[in-house]
């Protein structure tokens, strides 16, 4: 994989997936120090792939552009003190090479996407416009695979992202979701708004109440909106949350 970057945007990589994690810690989006954000670099002087990470046992919070590791394509830390959890390993490598969009992959078990995996024949439904900026870019993946200490979540990414080239959002049963996107910017927008996607619907249906569904029609041409507008509006709130968090 070659990525059209210069060493300027790797530095400017390093700041923007530290600020990711800080923020999500903000938002309450992570879990304990698991969970693992991932950004695809140029390919190293040998001539393979080469991916930021963050390491296992630093919150978020604290996350600084300098505690990121470098690995390659197995994982292996080739810069960077510290250790690659047994499951960014997992998931992370084989997400990127499934798919070469996904410049950044973000995995994570924030409350309520998560909660959707847990319920019977959870799916992201469409009765909201936010939920409508997902259609048609989600994929579920039904059976529980462990806590991914071996290949067999990753293994199920790779075969989503290969049957379904259209798919950026993956929800792993009983586990949580893997979003991945052309820029970190993109991939955490999507973070945020499916976060809040879910959580809508979630206090929706804690009525008791069947979901009102926006018609099929609206539904296709609202997707378009959020397409026409999703590059431009993530850099733009990308760059407004770091001013706010300071990065």
Not at 28 to 51: M, T, W
Not at 110 to 137: N, S
């Amino acid at each position: 994989m070659s990525l059209p970057m210069s060493l300027p945007s790797i530095t400017n990589q390093r700041r923007d997936l530290a600020a990711a994690l800080r923020l999500a810690a903000k938002f309450e989006l992570n879990e304990g120090i698991c969970n693992h954000f991932s950004v695809a670099l140029p390919n190293g002087p040998d001539g393979k792939p080469r991916y930021l990470i963050n390491p296992y046992g630093v919150h978020w919070s604290e996350m600084k552009p300098s505690d990121l590791l470098l690995i390659d394509d197995k994982g292996e830390v080739l810069e960077g003190e510290g250790e690659v959890e047994a499951t960014a390993r997992n998931i992370h490598v084989a997400a990127h090479k499934a798919n070469l969009r996904h410049v950044a992959v973000l995995h994570v078990h924030m409350p309520y996407a998560t909660a959707l995996t847990m319920v019977e024949g959870g799916r992201l439904e469409m009765a909201h416009q936010t939920a409508c900026r997902f259609h048609g870019r989600t994929h579920y993946v039904d059976h529980f695979g462990g806590l991914a200490l071996d290949a067999s979540e990753g293994e199920a990414i790779i075969a989503a992202s290969k049957a379904y080239d259209h798919v950026d959002i993956t929800f792993l049963a009983h586990h949580g979701v893997t979003i991945g996107g052309p820029s970190i910017a993109v991939a955490f927008d999507d973070l945020y708004f499916l976060e809040r996607a879910c959580r809508q619907q979630v206090l929706a249906m804690s009525t008791g109440r069947p979901l009102k569904l926006i018609p099929q029609q609206q539904i296709e041409a609202t997707a378009r909106d959020w397409r026409d507008v999703l590059v431009f509006q993530s850099e733009k709130h990308f760059e407004a949350l770091r001013r706010i968090e300071g990065a």
